[in-house]
T-cell receptor
Framework: GAGVSQSPRYKVTKRGQDVALRCDPISGHVSLYWYRQALGQGPEFLTYFNYEAQQDKSGLPNDRFSAERPEGSISTLTIQRTEQRDSAMYRC????????????FGPGTRLTVL | GQQVMQIPQYQHVQEGEDFTTYCNSSTTLSNIQWYKQRPGGHPVFLIQLVKSGEVKKQKRLTFQFGEAKKNSSLHITATQTTDVGTYFCAGGVFSSNTNAGKSTFGDGTTLTVKP
């Protein structure tokens, strides 16, 4: 079956522009997570949803970052007024539920801010 | 906040040698998961440990969860070139108060294997 998909796979933008990153989880998965992964480091938690409810957004770095999952399926991570320090791999993962279930990761979106 | 540390950061071994990576959490965990990420790939789930002192095996891989549920280890016996990659632990903490939980990933141990 289809895994987690993310789009775009690569995004190059200029500083100050807004970007929207999309995640399409595995069908039927309740929980959806957003991570940021720098080279040589582990995935850094940003936020997660159960259905359409945002359960924890404690990892969002500042108020330029926001996420939504309005219908409990596809999610969008939006970064406003991008800065060079936002350049990273952004990964989405989904799981059946948020506890004691493996996370299935998507291929990621490589964001480069010039 | 919760911190998860992994050591070593890198490990280079000769094919056939054993490999161990260690994971330590600053807080007591509800569970721990291990993931493997191949170069250029994404993390792929290997296993989950939930019980204090739990030991699980997958062929040449042995996973342990500490008695205090604050540390874990992954041991690979007789490494093969297919074992190359970065191994991450992810410590889960779930709150009955907030009914929410999340996993914190360590920074991984990158294993290279010389044929």
């Amino acid at each position: 079956g289809a895994g987690v998909s993310q789009s775009p796979r690569y995004k190059v933008t200029k500083r100050g522009q807004d970007v929207a990153l999309r995640c399409d989880p595995i069908s039927g998965h309740v929980s959806l997570y957003w991570y940021r992964q720098a080279l040589g480091q582990g995935p850094e938690f940003l936020t997660y949803f159960n259905y359409e409810a945002q359960q924890d957004k404690s990892g969002l770095p500042n108020d330029r970052f926001s996420a939504e999952r309005p219908e409990g399926s596809i999610s969008t991570l939006t970064i406003q007024r991008t800065e060079q320090r936002d350049s990273a791999m952004y990964r989405c993962a989904s799981s059946l539920w948020d506890r004691y279930n493996e996370q299935f990761f998507g291929p990621g979106t490589r964001l480069t801010v010039l | 906040g919760q911190q998860v540390m992994q050591i070593p950061q890198y490990q280079h071994v000769q094919e056939g040698e054993d490999f161990t990576t260690y994971c330590n959490s600053s807080t007591t965990l509800s569970n721990i998961q291990w993931y493997k990420q191949r170069p250029g790939g994404h993390p792929v789930f290997l296993i989950q440990l939930v019980k204090s002192g739990e030991v699980k095996k997958q062929k040449r891989l042995t996973f342990q969860f500490g008695e205090a549920k604050k540390n874990s280890s992954l041991h690979i016996t007789a490494t093969q070139t297919t074992d190359v990659g970065t191994y991450f632990c992810a410590g889960g903490v779930f709150s009955s108060n907030t009914n929410a939980g999340k996993s914190t990933f360590g920074d991984g141990t990158t294993l290279t294997v010389k044929p």
